[in-house]
T-cell receptor, first 111, second 111 residues
């Protein structure tokens, strides 16, 4: 995973429940990203952060929240306002080649 | 809306042949281009990056960029069954801190 750890690997959410996905990195990178992947829709950006204590909304931020209190950590909360949260969630850092390195992902399912 | 377009496939190629994957993008201000490989149930991994017009080779992979025609392609020589995966094209637009992804092309190598 190139120093990016996502947990848990699988997560089940009940209706009306908030859940938090963890993303930790030990590569000392400033920029971190959260993407959502649905079948046939590619990767869509939820939130990103370029520096501690600062983050920006991506294309589909509604129903999600993030924090960036430490450089190493960028957790994503899927709130009850997100009506269709079942998806594969990917955290990424931006590496020296200007591309991304992704974590192993969290697969979230609503039960 | 900046877009990245890929043929979703599936693309079937005999083992040992050349697989050709194509991607077009909408914004002439695009700066850097990436190809990712994603196995089923796994996160994407970076396999090629290209920044200048022309070809860039790395082992069995060759990325080709034509900024005038706004397309980038990936050639895989001597295709192996292990190359069977979904290939994602991603583009970074100048001044933009995020990558924009295509929906991916599913490639199957037939033994």
């Amino acid at each position: 995973d190139g120093g990016i750890t996502q947990s848990p690997k699988y997560l089940f959410r009940k209706e009306g429940q908030n859940v938090t996905l963890s993303c930790e990195q030990n590569l000392n990178h400033d920029a971190m990203y959260w993407y959502r992947q649905d079948p046939g829709q590619g990767l869509r950006l939820i939130y990103y952060s370029q520096i501690v204590n600062d983050f920006q909304k991506g294309d589909i931020a509604e129903g999600y929240s993030v924090s960036r209190e430490k450089k190493e950590s960028f957790p994503l909360t899927v709130t009850s306002a997100q009506k269709n949260p079942t998806a594969f969630y990917l955290c990424a850092i931006r590496d020296r080649l200007d591309g991304y390195t992704f974590g192993s992902g969290t697969r979230l399912t609503v039960v | 809306q900046k877009e990245v377009e890929q043929n979703s496939g599936p693309l079937s190629v005999p083992e040992g042949a050349i697989a050709s994957l194509n991607c077009t993008y909408s914004d002439r201000g695009s700066q850097s281009f990436f190809w990712y490989r994603q196995y089923s149930g796994k996160s994407p991994e970076l396999i090629m990056s290209i920044y200048s017009n022309g070809d860039k080779e790395d082992g069995r992979f060759t990325a080709q960029l034509n900024k005038a025609s706004q397309y980038v392609s990936l050639l895989i020589r001597d295709s192996q069954p292990s190359d069977s995966a979904t290939y994602l094209c991603a583009v970074n637009y100048f001044g933009n801190e995020k990558l924009t992804f295509g929906t991916g092309t599913r490639l199957t190598i037939i033994p």
